[in-house]
């Protein structure tokens, strides 16, 4: 009896903890990045090589954002799930997208702290972090780089 | 130096190319960060450690690429492309590579 406990007692108690407790912690990162998005949507972003010709821009610093979120247990089991019956892993979706938001809001801060008003040529990468599990994902790792510059 | 990853300089003028520069590093994060991680597995959130390991083997790349530049007598680099290759579980290489210019003032 205290053998069943244990093989299922322990799975459901990290479900529940990452469903209850990584959903919380997504929701405040999700209003964290909404709040700084504002803050930073002065600046105008783009990812094109080339300014539009009558465009002056002086002061070139290279900016960078990094950001590495994990994964919790209830994300993993759900995808584990999807690996079985096909279909859209939303909880990965989430994950991989506030990364990517994480990353560029940053880059942006940076940008401003030098006082520019462009950030141009904005490459972003993504890649995976292998967790302790063989061939579960521990979490994503994103970089955004640009260059900022002052346009007048 | 100037380093941007757009091909060219903002008021200035590419005057000579000096030709491609790189720098790398491969690093490994220790225990600490690792049992840390492992515990976030549970309840998801940032990996604090991680970020902070990246950004500074990141910086050591760019010193190395920028370090290269300064070799070949150029004043800045330019089009500069970041790649992130993990090797094994617990150490990853980060690679940054530019082409290393001289510019001048516009007139």
């Known amino acids: 009896m205290g053998e069943i406990i244990f093989y299922f007692g322990v799975p459901l108690a990290l479900l529940i903890l990452g469903l209850v407790v990584g959903g919380a912690i997504e929701a405040s990162h999700l209003r964290r990045l909404d709040r700084d998005e504002q803050a930073l949507s002065q600046i105008v972003v783009s990812d094109l090589r080339w300014l539009p010709p009558n465009w002056r821009a002086s002061d070139g610093v290279l900016v960078i954002g990094e950001a590495v979120i994990a994964t919790d247990y209830f994300k993993v ?22 990364a990517r938001r994480q990353a560029i809001v940053r880059m942006l801060e940076q940008a401003q702290a030098v006082g520019a008003n462009v950030v141009w040529s904005v490459r972003i990468e993504t890649a995976t972090i292998q967790g302790k599990q063989q061939g579960k994902s521990g979490g994503v790792e994103v970089l955004a780089y640009g260059t900022a510059m002052t346009v007048r | 130096m100037i380093v941007l990853n757009i091909e060219f300089v903002p008021g200035k ?69 970041f790649a992130t290759s993990s090797i094994t579980a617990g150490a990853a290489e980060l690679y940054v590579y530019g082409t290393a210019v001289v510019v001048a003032d516009a007139m």
């Open chain 1, 77 to 98: 089991f759900m995808a584990t799930l999807r690996n079985f019956f096909g279909g859209r892993v939303r909880s990965y979706e989430t994950l991989v997208a506030r």
């Open chain 2, 13 to 81: 003028n590419i005057v000579d190319v000096k030709g491609l520069v790189q720098g790398n590093t491969v690093r490994a994060k220790h225990v600490g960060r690792d049992i840390a991680a492992s515990f976030k597995n549970i309840f998801g959130g940032e990996l604090v450690g991680y970020t902070e390991l990246l950004i500074e083997s990141r910086r050591e790349a760019m010193q190395r690429m920028i370090a290269q530049a300064e070799q070949l007598g150029a004043n800045a680099v330019v089009n500069v492309r």
